[in-house]
């Protein structure tokens, strides 16, 4: 796949996903599929050729790494500044606000300075280990959305439904 179609995929999950975050979302036993897109994406990020500089190879294995634990820790960021509520008849919803986009941003401005590092090292990162990232992302964030919500319901006696 090319760099550019990678690039629209990438920019499709994450504005379908951000845009979603500032709608309420309700928290059902239909959402067993939360970790699909970014399997997807982490899939087409491993397939690509060069997701590894071959001629840095141990430079861009940790940038890469590295790149994947700010993922990580912004989904559990964006997770953690995710409201979180039951209504009168038990069900569980979600919303993300301001600070979620904030956790965005701040994710956002350290990749930024991670391939500004690669870029004076000479190391060239791809547009598959910024998708891996962001699959990275996505599913912590997708995790531990889910794992709040089965505590709000536990709290609230709502039977988990899945």
């Not at 891996?132 to 006696?157: I, P």
Request: proline share 2%; with cysteine; glycine share 12%.
């Amino acid at each position: 796949m090319s760099g550019l179609l990678n690039i629209v995929v990438i920019t499709a999950a994450v504005a379908l996903v951000f845009v979603r975050q500032f709608t309420a979302q309700r928290i059902t036993s239909e959402r067993k599929t939360w970790w699909l897109i970014p399997v997807v994406l982490a899939v087409m990020a491993v397939r690509q050729p060069g997701l590894l500089d071959p001629a840095h190879h141990m430079a861009s294995a940790v940038l890469l790494g590295l790149e994947v634990l700010i993922g990580l820790a912004c989904g559990v960021g964006w997770a953690r500044t995710t409201r979180i509520w039951t209504d009168a008849d038990g069900v569980v919803w979600t919303k993300g606000g301001w600070a979620a986009a904030g956790v965005w941003l701040c994710g956002l401005v350290l990749r930024l300075g991670l391939l500004g590092i690669a870029a004076a090292m000479g190391v060239h990162q791809g547009s598959a280990a910024v998708m891996l990232s962001v699959a990275a992302m996505l599913l912590a964030r997708g995790g531990a959305t889910l794992w709040r919500a089965q505590a709000v319901r536990q709290k609230y006696r709502v039977p988990v439904a899945g």
